[in-house]
C-alpha cells in the first residue's frame, strides 16, 4: 500500500536547475525520514540528501552540498530536491526512499521503502 512516486525529472543545461518532487502515500508521512539517492548507468546507487523526521536535521553527500537542498512539505506528504548548477555528472535516474530512522540515513540499508525513480539528463 505504501507508494512513492518521484516526478520532476527531464532535461536541463549544465549550470541549471531542477527541483524533483516525491509524493507519498499510505505511510504516516510525519513518522518517516526521507532521503533522495541516485544511480547513473553502470554506477552503483549512491546516497544524494536526507532529512530525519525527528529533528528536522539534513544530510548531503559531498558531492551535492551546497548546490543540492532537501525540504518537505508534511501538509501535502511531499519531499522534494532543488537541484542547482548541476553538472553532467549529476545525471543519473533519482530515486525517493522513506525510512522510520533518524541516523545512518545515508545508508540504503536504513530505507523500507523506494520510488521507481525519475531521470534527470544534463546537457551542455
Known amino acids: 500500500q505504501v507508494q512513492l512516486v518521484e516526478s520532476g525529472g527531464g532535461l536541463v543545461e549544465a549550470g541549471g536547475s531542477l527541483t524533483l518532487s516525491c509524493a507519498a502515500s499510505g505511510l504516516t508521512f510525519t513518522r518517516y525520514s526521507m532521503g533522495w539517492f541516485r544511480q547513473a548507468p553502470g554506477k552503483e546507487r549512491e546516497f544524494v540528501a536526507a532529512?530525519?523526521?525527528?529533528?528536522?536535521?539534513?544530510y548531503y553527500a559531498d558531492s551535492v552540498k551546497g548546490r543540492f537542498s532537501i525540504s518537505r512539505d508534511n501538509a501535502k506528504n511531499t519531499v522534494y530536491l532543488q537541484m542547482n548548477s548541476l553538472k553532467r555528472e549529476d545525471a543519473a535516474v533519482y530515486y525517493c526512499a522513506a525510512s522510520i530512522y533518524i541516523s545512518q540515513l545515508n545508508s540504503n540499508d536504513k530505507y523500507s521503502n523506494w520510488g521507481q525513480g525519475t531521470q534527470v539528463t544534463v546537457s551542455s
Open positions: 532529512t530525519s523526521w525527528i529533528g528536522g536535521a539534513k
